[in-house]
């Protein structure tokens, strides 16, 4: 009878067991640890602008060109030096003829540009490399004289060739002056006699003149300063 009532009350213990777990929400199978959501933090990034690209320069004057360089986002700088060897010409009144970085290239600060000018009366040399001109100097060529006068082109006046242009500052080599005409023989000259308009004593009169010779017709001449009678005196 012992054994009867405390199998009842194990039960019964067991049956309260079981229902205090299912006042708390479900039987102990149920009951799982719970974990937090994790969260992941990345490292924010600063995108880094591309370096500028180098300007379209040739034949813009320069004073536009170093405008144009100074408005370039980063620290660049200028230099002007000449296209021609010779040429001791300021800035004001010339022209970009080429630069150390080609058109479109992309140029990273910090970073110097030089800028090859030339006068704007006198076309810019040809055959030059522009980019490597800075190693070597030496290549650039004198100043133009077409005209051969022995001045640079651009330091003639404006009325010393009517000819100049940009493409041909000094115009083509000036011919040389035509000879004078051949000098009348005496069977063109009218009139063979003596002409009184104007007397020469002697030959020597008529040298010291500048008129000698004198030919038949012309003023001064005379027979008896024609020894040989060819029409020709004080030959």
Known sequence: MSRTRRNLT???CAVGLAGALASCGGSTADQSPTTAPTTSTQPATTSVPPPPTMPSLVGTSTSQAQQALAALPGEFTSEVVAAYADDVTGIAGTLVCGTNFPAGASIS??????LYVSPNAVACPTGLDYPSLSANLNLRPTLPDRDGDGDPDHVDPAPDDSQRTLAQPDG??????PPPPPAPTPEEKSGGGDSSSTYYPNCTAARKAGAAPLYAGEPGYRSGLDRDHDGVACE
Request: overall charge positive; aromatic content about 0%.
């Open 109 to 114: 600060p910090p970073a110097t540009i030089t």
């Open 10 to 12: 194990i039960s019964a």
């Open 172 to 177: 083509p080599p000036k011919p040389p002056p």
